[in-house]
């Protein structure tokens, strides 16, 4: 509970303790009072009716009638004598004091009502005052109660909201964060598929390069303008045709006389003359062939003069050298090409 609600309560507790303090100090002032007025009471009755049976004998001086004009008679020598007149003017004051002592009765009598009437009237007052005291007192604790409560209440709410404020904010930062990582992560795969895009059109575009000059080179006529040095070469290819043409009609003449000497002659095969006859006859086909497959070779070369294409590296679609050209007859790669064969 707070401190304001604390004092609060103690404040309203003192003053409810007051407040029965002056009440029972009012009862108890009233008390007295009334004791007082009760003891007041007789001692008037006494008084009046002691002097009624003093005074008794006064009024029956009236009673005597003397003549008005007689002297007075003469007073024995111990006891005064009174005339008519002063019995008459004792009776008149005896009936004046007694008159007067009845009215100061009477009105000592309205007073004592008088005043019960006001100690009655303020001491309901004071009951009253008090009962309101007390009321306000519970009415100020129920309310400083009630204040209390609802600072409470109001603290307990702001302390929720605070909480569910914190929570939220919380929440809303790592939601931010995570939008942020993804945003951030969503950019970095952009941009690699950007760069990626980039690098292949950069290699489409190097391939469509390559392929154009390759598709030039496939296509290129290394010494296409150079005619006198395209008729050198085919008149050195007619040449080595020529030549190579009558090396294989040699050989496989030679391998048909082998073959006709090895039907005709009865060979010996303890010493192996047969094997070797056969070594050699087979040495002489393959050559047989491998020139065969030169003049196919030259017969492509020559193609390729006539269209102007020969000299061009079957490989890197480079020219190939004149030199090599001349000397290695028909040649197709250059010599970097051969060397990596």
């Not at 045709?241 to 090895?262: F, K, N, S």
């Amino acid at each position: 509970m707070p401190t304001s609600t604390k004092q609060s309560k103690k404040a309203t507790v003192k003053t409810t303790k007051a407040v029965k303090k002056n009440v029972k100090k009012a009862v108890a002032k009233k008390a007295p009072a009334k004791k007082a007025s009760a003891k007041k009471k007789p001692t008037i009755k006494k008084a009046t009716v002691k002097k009624t049976t003093k005074k008794t004998p006064a009024k029956k001086a009236p009673a005597k009638k003397s003549p008005a004009k007689k002297a007075p008679a003469k007073k024995p020598a111990g006891k005064k004598v009174l005339t008519p007149a002063q019995k008459a003017a004792e009776a008149k004051k005896i009936a004046a004091a007694k008159a007067k002592a009845v009215a100061a009765a009477k009105a000592a009598k309205e007073k004592e009502a008088k005043a019960k009437a006001a100690e009655k009237a303020k001491a309901a007052a004071a009951k009253l005052k008090a009962a309101a005291a007390v009321k306000a007192a519970r009415e100020r604790e129920q309310k400083a109660k009630a204040a209390a409560k609802q600072r409470e209440v109001e603290r307990k709410a702001r302390e929720k909201a605070a909480a569910e404020a914190k929570k939220q904010k919380e929440i809303d930062a790592k939601r931010k964060a995570i939008e942020a990582e993804k945003l951030r992560k969503q950019r970095e795969i952009e941009r690699r598929n950007e760069e990626e895009r980039k690098r292949q059109e950069r290699r489409e575009a190097e391939e469509r390069r390559r392929q154009e000059a390759l598709e030039r080179k496939m296509h290129s006529k290394p010494y296409g303008e150079d005619a006198a040095f395209l008729e050198e070469l085919r008149g050195l290819l007619l040449e080595a045709r020529g030549e190579a043409t009558r090396q294989t009609e040699i050989a496989d003449a030679e391998a048909e006389e082998m073959l006709v000497d090895r039907e005709r002659l009865e060979y010996d095969d303890e010493d192996g003359s047969s094997v070797a006859s056969d070594i050699q006859r087979d040495q002489l086909k393959d050559f047989s062939s491998a020139l065969r497959l030169k003049v196919d070779e030259i017969d492509v070369a020559l193609g390729r003069v006539a269209d102007g294409s020969y000299g061009r590296c079957d490989e890197c679609y480079e020219a190939i050298s004149k030199p090599r050209l001349q000397f290695q007859l028909p040649v197709f790669t250059c010599v970097t090409c051969r060397a990596s064969v």
